[in-house]
Nanobody, 127 residues
Framework: QVQVVESGGGSVQAGGSLRLSCAAS????????MAWFRQAPGKEREGVAC????????YYADSVKGRFTIPRDNAKKTMYLQLNSLKPEDTAIYYC????????????????????WGQGTEVTVSS
């Protein structure tokens, strides 16, 4: 079993920054796909960003490219999401998802590809 815990959400004004954390623990062997998803009120959950820990490749949704990045700490099995230049439309609950099976990179934003999920952390951006 793998446990996933997010932290770091909060409220900021437009243009501000936040840093979310995702810590994975438990029976983890080998590389992982670790991703951030978000779900705004009344909308479907969508992929935001992903990192494949084996090679370090990262992927981002078009809506966040250039504003969000994924720093990571391999030793601690911790992934972060640095959110810069935040916009009101970034308001959502942000979820961390982890998958230890091989994942086709083209499917990184597919919710059904991930086995382990955190409880979510809320981000609110005011204009």
């Amino acid at each position: 079993q793998v446990q996933v815990v997010e932290s770091g959400g909060g409220s900021v004004q437009a243009g501000g920054s936040l840093r979310l954390s995702c810590a994975a623990s438990g029976k983890i062997v080998g590389s992982l796909a670790m991703a951030w998803f978000r779900q705004a009120p009344g909308k479907e959950r969508e992929g935001v960003a992903c990192i494949f820990t084996g090679g370090g490749s990262t992927y981002y949704a078009d809506s966040v490219k250039g504003r969000f990045t994924i720093p990571r700490d391999n030793a601690k099995k911790t992934m972060y999401l640095q959110l810069n230049s935040l916009k009101p439309e970034d308001t959502a609950i942000y979820y961390c998802a982890v998958e230890h099976r091989p994942l086709y990179r083209g499917n990184w934003a597919d919710i059904s590809e991930y086995t382990y999920w955190g409880q979510g952390t809320e981000v609110t951006v005011s204009s």
